[in-house]
């Protein structure tokens, strides 16, 4: 099975592009919404947290606005958090490539926000980076409900810059010129990872770095 990271800046177009993947047949593992499920009631993130950070649940699940808090006023908290956090992601992804695997699924692709900046592009056969140009970028984002300009520079300071993550890519897709374009570029990137004796060199799967906590 060919396991692909799939990661863009913010408003690049990743979570559109992604369910394209998925609507070829492609596994589609989301690293963000793995975390919202380990927040929900019966999540096994709920008691771990609750324990090292009291009064973050409120009715069996994890207030992200009051674990937000937590982590604006404790400069250790974000590190125990991920202590706690990663290691669960990571063993829930684990066990869903593999039974993706076991069952014959020949393409995985996993969405990770901050793929490079975790190192988590060790983890995986090739990196795909979706990308816009800038003012179709801004647009996109500005556009989203709350979203005000000092808080998408903000967002844009905390990740690495659109320019040195497609220097890094193995595959772009590029969704300035709209979803036919990006749709053609995915079929295409299909044919080449799933081409009969495609192989890229194996990358060291990362300790820990699976989500962005963007919106914690």
């Known amino acids: 099975m060919i396991v692909l990271g799939l990661t863009g800046s913010i408003g690049m177009g990743k979570s559109t592009t992604g369910a394209m993947f998925a609507d070829r047949g492609a596994l589609l593992w989301n690293a963000d919404d793995a975390v919202h ?20 649940v409120v009715d069996g699940a994890v207030d992200r606005a009051r674990l937000a808090e937590v982590l604006g006023r404790d400069d250790t908290a974000f590190r125990r958090l991920e202590t706690i956090v990663h290691p669960l992601v990571a063993a829930g992804r684990l066990a869903e490539l593999d039974a993706a695997r076991a069952a014959g699924v020949r393409l995985a692709v996993l969405d990770i926000p901050l793929l490079f900046e975790t190192g988590g592009d060790r983890a995986v056969d090739a990196v795909v980076v979706v990308t816009a140009d800038p003012d179709t970028q801004r647009q996109r984002v500005l556009s989203r409900p709350g979203m005000t300009p000092e808080r998408f520079q903000a967002i844009l300071e905390r990740q690495m810059p659109d320019a040195e993550k497609r220097r890094r890519a193995d595959f772009i897709i590029d969704t300035t010129g709209g979803l036919e374009a990006a749709r053609d570029r995915v079929d295409q990137i299909m044919g080449i990872v799933l081409a009969p004796g495609w192989n890229w060199p194996d990358r060291t799967l990362p300790a820990s770095g699976e989500t962005s906590h963007e919106g914690l």
């Open 37 to 56: 499920a380990l927040y929900a009631p019966g999540g096994a993130a709920v008691a771990p947290l609750e324990a090292a950070f009291p009064g973050v």
